[in-house]
């Protein structure tokens, strides 16, 4: 099986009952109970006061979890090329726009319209942080968190640089909701390096298997992991949580899952 | 990089269905671009229409993924033998190791557009027959594509706005370099719709007229659709001297504004330095540039600043959207496909619509086609959210 090395070097999470990478750390580690609760998303402060105002779900989550990430591998984020990957955009605005094209007054609001692109966070990330650098949107549907993290690792080990993953779901409002219930927003960040360094947290090897998916112990983070596509990368955070090494099998497209050995470091 | 080989391509928009019918275009200088009468819209602007779209019939089990953008998928994928190629690969690499790249902007959001319609008036639900999975979201043309063609391998939809379909290439290039696939289904596919249509009215983007790229009197595009396809393998030993290959891929972000470029075209700039840098050429080796050109006042100011810095002003150059409309996510694969025609024909587009060259924008814009040997061509292609990549393409001889 041909595989893919890289280094995490910092981890950002932000989901109902995780607050936190610290927070849940100890959670997904089993050191502290899951308590699940709506997930609280930040205002984020790098964006200038109009844009944060108008900030949607999917823009104040990428931003939280990837600076995050990216404060404690001790890095500058302009300096890092990125991956965006979401099964999909910006709920509320989708369904603000859709709900206008089916009334009598068609004429959509300018900032409705460039906020309903898929890539819209990635925008706003690098208005917020500077970064010129490349950014890979994708989606993947429910394989969207195994999209962006072989992507993200296919930069690193490619193009031997650094490399920053986003992934993140935000829910739909009704009626879109009830044909997509995605039921909060989930997002996982993670700073990944072609090389070791003393801010390295482990080190995961990634290849292609037919194997079934690991499922979390826990019956609500198993729930939440089925839930949201970005969840599905909960496993993998379990693995670098414990600090031991594992192999575990991320959920991927129907028939190709992701076999991940992860090393502590 | 090493160089990727595009063994098989296609293109189907609205200046025609398949290579031969786009290069007829191209060579008689037509453009597929009419006065909207799309659907219900009432908006007094010029689109570039596939005639023929919603007649095209998904295969019976794919059923679910019926909607306007999969339809044009379906009759791209099957324009020129791609398919077939397709199928050959999947005989000589395995079903696994093919990855499957597209870009797309607003997928079958039309579908969805069309289900708001048909909310129920009590509960405000969706209808019964709305399928968001297969139409509706941003992967389904992907997902279409890969159960189409029985393909297991590494799949995503790529969807950075106007950019989509050129990073593809990029993406692609990367998981074959990592050895995890042995090729790649590319390309982009974006059709009609609503928010589209609204969201650059809104915007005060979009023309009344046919658009004109790169001309003084230029103010807003005029929006296409279109489906194109490349399938990227490595290069054997011995290419036909009119093979296209891939040399190179740049991409940046403006880090500037949401819907405005970078106003001196700085990561477009980046975009196409990083091209030339990985393709190990200088400037002076392009022969073309197919411009992203899509006729708004401000594009069109930012990118001819970013080419003249990068190429001075005498390298020959076209938007070709004057033809095929603003095909969005689709645009940067429709494009990648006239450079490989570009390539194979020795014929450079001319540009279309453009009656009065801005002045201000200091390149070599062509108003007339220009039969001469093609060796390296370069495409750009930028989008919303600042999103900017350019690819270079080159003949085997």
């Known amino acids: ?265 | 990089m090493n160089p990727l080989w595009l063994s098989h391509f296609t293109a189907t928009s609205s200046i025609g269905r398949g290579l031969d019918q786009t290069l007829a275009a191209l060579r008689q200088r037509r453009s597929g671009l009419a006065p909207c009468a799309f659907d219900t819209v009432d908006l007094a602007t010029y689109v570039g229409e596939v005639p023929g779209v919603d007649a095209a019939q998904l295969p019976a089990h794919l059923a679910d993924f019926d909607c306007r953008n999969n339809r044009l998928a379906f009759l791209g994928l099957t324009q020129d033998g791609f398919d077939d190629a397709v199928r050959a690969a999947i005989a000589k690499h395995g079903a696994q190791r093919i990855g499957v790249f597209l870009g797309t902007s607003t997928s079958g959001i039309l579908q969805t557009e069309l289900a708001y319609r048909r909310r129920d008036p009590a509960t405000g639900a969706l209808p019964a027959d709305f399928i968001y999975r297969t139409t509706h979201n941003t992967f389904s043309v992907a997902d279409f594509t890969r159960h189409y063609f029985g393909l297991t391998g590494p799949a995503v939809v790529v969807s950075s706005a106007c950019s989509s379909s050129a990073k593809v290439f990029a993406s692609a290039r990367r998981m074959m370099a990592s050895g995890l696939i042995d090729a790649a289904v590319v390309g982009g596919v974006d059709s009609l719709c609503l928010t589209t249509l609204y969201g650059f009215n809104a915007l005060g983007l979009m023309s009344e007229q046919a658009c004109r790229p790169f001309d003084a009197q230029r103010n807003g595009i005029s929006i296409g659709e279109a489906a194109a396809f490349a399938l990227l393998e490595r290069p054997p030993e011995q290419l036909d001297a009119d093979a296209v290959r891939l040399l190179g891929t740049g991409e940046s972000s403006d880090a500037y504004h949401m819907s405005s470029p970078h106003p001196d075209g700085l990561g477009a700039r980046l975009a196409m330095q990083g091209a030339l840098n990985m393709a190990d050429l200088q400037p002076s080796d392009i022969d073309y540039i197919n411009l992203h050109g899509t006729a708004t006042p401000t594009n069109d100011a930012a990118e001819s600043k970013a080419v003249q810095q990068v190429f001075g002003s005498r390298t020959p150059c076209s938007s070709t959207k004057g033809a095929t409309g603003h095909t969005l996510g689709a645009a940067g694969a429709v494009e990648a496909v006239i450079c490989a025609l570009a390539l194979r024909h020795g014929l450079l587009p001319a540009g279309l619509n453009t009656l009065q060259p801005d002045p201000a924008l200091d390149v070599e814009y062509l108003l007339e086609n220009r039969e001469q040997p093609v060796t390296y061509v370069l495409s750009n292609s930028f989008g919303f959210g600042g999103t900017n990549c350019s690819l270079i393409f080159a003949r085997a001889d």
């Not at chain 1, 899951?34 to 609280?40: A, D, I, L, R, W």
């Not at chain 1, 379990?238 to 031991?244: E, K, P, S």
Request: glycine residues 8%; proline residues 7%; hydrophobic residues 45%.
């Open chain 1, 1 to 265: 099986m041909h595989a893919l090395t890289a280094y995490i070097e910092g981890v950002g999470l932000l989901g109902p009952g995780l607050k936190d990478w610290p927070d849940g750390r100890a959670v997904i580690s089993g050191q502290q109970p899951y308590q699940p609760c709506k997930t609280v998303l930040p205002l984020p402060a790098l964006l200038p006061a109009a844009e944060r105002r108008r900030s949607g779900a999917m823009v104040r989550l990428t931003l939280a979890t990837g600076l995050e990430a990216i404060v404690a591998a001790g890095l500058d984020a302009a300096s890092l090329p990125s991956v965006f990957s979401a099964s999909g955009g910006d709920g509320e605005n989708c369904h603000a726009i859709c709900e206008m094209l089916a009334s009598a007054d068609r004429q959509i609001s300018p900032t409705r319209f460039h906020n309903s692109v898929h890539n819209a966070a990635a925008g706003y990330w690098g208005i917020a942080t500077g970064a010129m650098t490349p950014s890979s949107v994708l989606c993947g549907f429910d394989a969207s968190f195994g999209a962006g993290l072989l992507e993200a690792l296919v930069q690193v080990v490619v193009d031997h640089t650094r490399c920053v993953l986003l992934a993140c779901d935000t829910p739909y409002p009704e009626p879109l909701h009830s044909a997509r219930p995605i039921p909060d927003a989930f997002g996982i960040a993670l700073v990944l390096a072609p090389q070791h360094s003393a801010q390295a947290l482990a080190q995961i090897t990634v290849g292609l298997t037919d194997a079934d998916a690991d499922r979390l112990d826990d019956a609500a983070l198993e729930n939440l992991r089925i839930a949201i596509p970005a969840a599905r990368g909960l496993p993998l955070l379990r693995g670098i949580a414990l600090r031991q090494d594992q192999h575990v099998v991320l959920d991927y497209l129907d028939h190709t899952r992701l076999a991940a050995t992860i090393a502590a470091c």
